[in-house]
């Protein structure tokens, strides 16, 4: 009797202790965690998410008298409609955004460059991603890395080249001029026109095809291209009906990853393009940086990260059900 | 050569060339003896000398190495613990947080920041603005290569260390970092090249007080092109340059040293 | 007392119960098995010794001692992984040193064992060749060196040959049992693969959805399992309906439908009336010309079905009366295939009285 409650007690006690253990544990762990993903998520939260925040809450703001933003609480309470300005939260940018024709069109201008810079870059970097994926493996890593270096040299740098060679001085543009000169054709400037920030668009992001598109066809099984070539396909349908739909998850990256920089780019039109060639990306620029209307090109802003937004949700979408398709 | 292969090789050697002749443009004509970016004249040192003695263009290209140092420095920090954290713990939060700046538009993380400084902490925009701001973005690209190297280990290599007596201070000191060693410095080399490259987020968060390179260059672009533009470019390339061929090596050397299976 | 004492442990991931209720007790010295499917919980099992995961309810037990608050590396138990999980930057002889120096051994010590360690695996030559420069036959014998260095109370196995091939994966078969037996640490190893459970162990535990089925002896699991899961997951078995019709303490009388009367080893527990299958296995089924033994108890015409030669033996699949099939082997002593029988040849069938086993459904 005596011997079974002591044996219960010391029982009681061992699990106590072990108890005890647990909770240790997951409190160090817990100490590691907070340790370890702690400092990057309060930086980030920091310098990601409240100024995020701040900017949408810009945008329904006055913008100030001299740029900038107006008080949210006027200096004098009653003063404020007198001194011509407002104060408090507003609707307006979003209005004027709704109200002129002009922004929804250099909207649509936007995605249309986007999307021919993209289509442009798909049709160069297919067939090189192609290649690689199929030459030997060490010939591979250098292909890749000539592909990347490039992109390694400053951004700047890159767009200025094709100011050289676009310019008025240029051979090119002598050699274009003569032969249009001969069929009587007046001259032209290849420079500061859509032609050249289309060019300067495709030259900065071709990178950010070729290698999802590489990385993709890398992975892909040549026994399948013998498999179609057994089966009687002809080399286009080998192409078509296999390595094209297998690649689809890599064209669908590799399009979002172009698609969506230049969207918001507005380095290239402010080097290359003419006067007439501004982008979501020039007019955000001037928002904050000539008009210093900080609201408007908040909402500006704002209405990029949405146009973002869906089309990295469009893309990962087309990418799933291509996967999809593919596993059925 | 099949027909099939003929037809992408000449694609491909189109495509670099579209790549690497402007570039070789440019080489080429910070040698040129002449003001204009139009035909050969001479071989000259000259634009390198005039950039030697341009003391604003100096004092632009010291302060942005100090911005690339630090900004490569705390991103590759709190890149790498990112990168640890997100592969260790099931997180929700903190991976949108480090890969949207990344996958967003630089402009958009430009403005943002732009308000955020002048509005909230009312810092005269500067050297550490900038640091701030390429910190922010860096981290993504430090956490991207760092967990792609966790993901292609083999997880049980960790618990052997705990089965084996390690604690967990010792396990990490003693196998993780080591091991992941090779995407922390090529996180750092990355970093470096991003910081000192960009021109985006740095033209929203530079303020008007130090010259920084990218903007001097802009500048120079927009303003008054002049060859020395195409000296700093060469400069800057091989700077690039050497730092991939850094990269290169010391990945082959750990990779030999972690012996390939950690690469895997 | 025990060496190692799992008592009444459960684990849950969400809704789905990886280990259920499990007691198994293991002795010092001992070489035991957990053998079951993939998703048996075996591995679950082992991890919560190892003290990677914990029980949601129940003890483990190590000398008496609950190592529910004992992390990974404190606990005197080892593990050769799946995968070896050795240091990719460290060398064989780092790796093999590596629970040595945790452990705070001096230099000295630390070298004069691991040279020892690296003999006991007849490696001596390797210790500073990388992970990546070995065969899988040496990463697992390092990784086999480095759990054992440190002398662990219990070295656990998880799945330790299964990435060999077959040939190689028979001699570290035999290299185990003798590197166990020399040492005496207590192994428990884990594995899906049956022969190899049978020809290691001292004694095993077969698992199946989180439950242990049996633990005996491999030649008591073998020869008589205690279910129907058992007896299908170890070796080949054939089954047929039957119901008890008489149980001594000797034997038991079943009747197999429409086949007739059969003879089994007696069993505890059994009572007339029981329904279940009458199991035996093909090494115990004699196949013969028809008219032979016809007299015999245990005796039964059929056709051949099928046969498959696999070299050592030829596996005749016999269709008897009632339709069910019997599996039966055929050494082939002599060069060639034993050409005895074809598809469709009449045959009669046979077993001893005490070969056949009544399981219960």
């Known amino acids: 009797m005596t011997k079974k409650a002591e044996q219960g007690r010391t029982e009681g006690r061992a699990e106590e202790r072990a108890e005890v253990g647990i909770k240790e544990r997951t409190a160090r762990q817990r100490m590691a965690k907070f340790f370890v993903a702690g400092p990057p998520l309060v930086f980030l939260t920091v310098f990601f998410v409240v100024p995020s925040l701040i900017m949408i809450a810009t945008s329904f703001r006055f913008p100030g008298e001299f740029g900038g933003l107006a008080p949210i609480a006027a200096p004098v309470v009653s003063a404020h409609v007198s001194q011509g300005l407002e104060y408090g939260f507003t609707l307006e940018a979003y209005q004027f955004f709704f109200s002129d024709i002009l922004y929804a069109k250099i909207f649509l201008k936007s995605f249309a460059v986007a999307a021919a810079t993209t289509l442009i870059c798909l049709v160069m970097a297919y067939p090189l991603a192609l290649l690689i994926s199929r030459s030997k493996k060490h010939l591979r890593n250098l292909m890749v890395l000539l592909v990347v270096l490039p992109f390694a040299s400053n951004f700047l740098i890159r767009i200025y080249a094709w100011m050289i060679i676009l310019g008025p001085e240029s051979g090119l543009s002598y050699f274009i001029n003569a032969v249009l000169g001969a069929l009587g054709i007046t001259p032209i400037t290849l420079l500061f026109s859509p032609f050249a920030v289309l060019v300067g668009m495709v030259y900065v992001h071709l990178p950010f095809m070729v290698l999802p598109l590489y990385t993709n066809l890398e992975k892909h099984d040549p026994a399948l291209l013998d498999a179609a070539q057994d089966l009687g396909a002809t080399r286009w349908q080998r192409f078509w009906r296999v390595t094209w739909p297998l690649s689809l998850p890599g064209v669908f990256s590799g399009a979002a990853l172009v698609f969506i920089p230049v969207l918001g780019m507005f380095a290239v039109p402010d080097i290359l393009g003419g006067t007439g060639d501004i982008l979501i990306g020039n007019l955000i620029k001037d928002q904050f940086l000539g008009t210093r209307d900080w609201p408007f090109g908040s909402v500006l802003a704002i209405m990029l990260t949405l146009a973002v937004l869906a089309i990295a949700g469009l893309a990962a979408w087309f990418a799933r059900s291509a996967v999809g398709q593919r596993a059925t | 050569m099949s027909r099939s292969t003929r037809w992408l090789w000449s694609a491909a050697i189109l495509a670099y060339a579209f790549l690497y002749i402007p570039l070789a443009i440019v080489v080429m004509y910070s040698f040129n003896d002449s003001r204009l970016n139009a035909e050969w004249v001479g071989f000259t040192l000259f634009w390198y000398e005039a950039l030697l003695n341009n003391k604003e263009m100096l004092l632009a290209a010291r302060n942005s190495l100090i911005i690339a140092l630090s900004a490569s420095f705390s991103a590759t920090l709190l890149g790498t613990m990112a990168g640890l954290a997100i592969h260790r713990y099931k997180l929700k939060v903190l991976p949108v947080l480090v890969f949207t700046p990344v996958a967003m538009p630089e402009i958009l993380l430009g403005v943002s920041l732009l308000l955020f400084f002048l509005q909230v902490l009312n810092l005269t925009l500067g050297m550490i603005s900038i640091i701030i701001a390429h910190t922010t973005f860096c981290i993504g690209f430090v956490a991207v290569i760092v967990r792609a190297r966790l993901q292609g280990m083999d997880e049980s290599i960790f618990e052997a260390a705990r089965d084996l007596g390690a604690s967990p201070w010792q396990t990490f000191r003693l196998i993780t970092l080591p091991l992941i060693m090779p995407a922390v410095v090529a996180g750092a080399l990355m970093s470096f090249t991003l910081s000192i490259d960009d021109f985006v987020i740095t033209f929203f968060t530079k303020g008007v007080g130090e010259p920084i390179l990218p903007i001097q260059i802009y500048t120079m672009i927009k303003v008054a092109v002049t060859p020395e533009v195409n000296a700093v470019s060469t400069l800057l390339m091989l700077l690039t340059l050497i730092m991939i061929i850094i990269a290169g090596k010391l990945e082959a050397r750990n990779m030999e040293a972690a012996g390939g299976e950690a690469g895997k | ?361």
């Not at chain 3, 048996?40 to 003290?51: P, Q, S």
């Not at chain 3, 998880?158 to 207590?186: F, S, V, Y």
């Open chain 3, 1 to 361: 007392m025990a060496l190692l004492e799992i008592r009444d442990v459960t684990r849950h991931f969400g809704d789905y119960t990886a280990v259920d209720h499990v007691s198994i007790s293991i002795e010092a010295g001992e070489f035991f098995t957990l053998l079951g499917p993939s998703g048996c919980g075996k591995t679950t099992l082992l991890r919560m010794i190892a003290g990677f995961d914990l029980p949601d309810s129940g003890q483990i037990l190590l000398d008496g001692e609950d190592m529910v608050g004992t992390p990974p590396e404190k606990r005197p138990v080892h593990t050769v992984f799946q995968t070896y999980a050795l240091f990719p930057h460290m060398t064989v002889a780092d790796n093999i040193a590596f629970p040595l120096r945790m452990a705070g051994k001096p230099p000295q010590e630390i070298r004069a064992r691991v040279t020892e360690a690296l003999d006991d695996v007849r490696l001596p030559s390797f210790a500073n060749r990388f992970p990546h420069e070995l065969s899988g036959g040496q990463k697992q014998r390092v990784a086999l060196a480095r759990g054992l260095v440190n002398r662990p109370r219990l070295l656990l196995l998880d799945e330790p040959l299964g990435a060999l091939d077959a040939k190689l994966r028979e001699e570290m078969q035999i290299e185990l049992i003798n590197l166990q037996k020399e040492i005496g640490i207590t192994f428990v190893f884990v594995t899906h693969a049956q022969d190899e459970a049978l020809a290691l162990s001292h004694r095993i535990a077969v698992m199946n959805r989180g439950n242990v089925e049996q633990i005996d002896e491999p030649s008591k699991i073998y020869g008589f399992p205690r279910n129907r899961f058992v007896a299908d997951f170890i070796g080949k078995i054939s089954m047929m309906d039957a119901q008890v019709m008489e149980a001594a303490p000797s034997h038991l009388k079943l009747d197999i439908g429409e086949l007739g009367e059969v003879i089994t080893a007696g069993k505890e527990g059994v009572k007339p009336g029981d329904k279940g299958v009458m199991a035996i296995r093909p090494e115990q089924v004699r196949i013969s010309h028809p008219s032979n033994g016809a007299q015999l108890k245990n005796h039964f015409l059929g056709t051949v079905h099928d046969f498959l030669y696999i070299g050592d033996v030829t596996t005749y699949i016999v269709e008897l009366s009632n339709g069910t099939h019997i599996e039966a082997l055929l050494p082939n002593s002599a060069p060639g295939r034993a050409t005895f029988f074809e598809v469709g040849d009449l045959v009669g069938v046979s077993w001893r009285h005490d070969a056949g086993i009544f399981l219960h459904d």
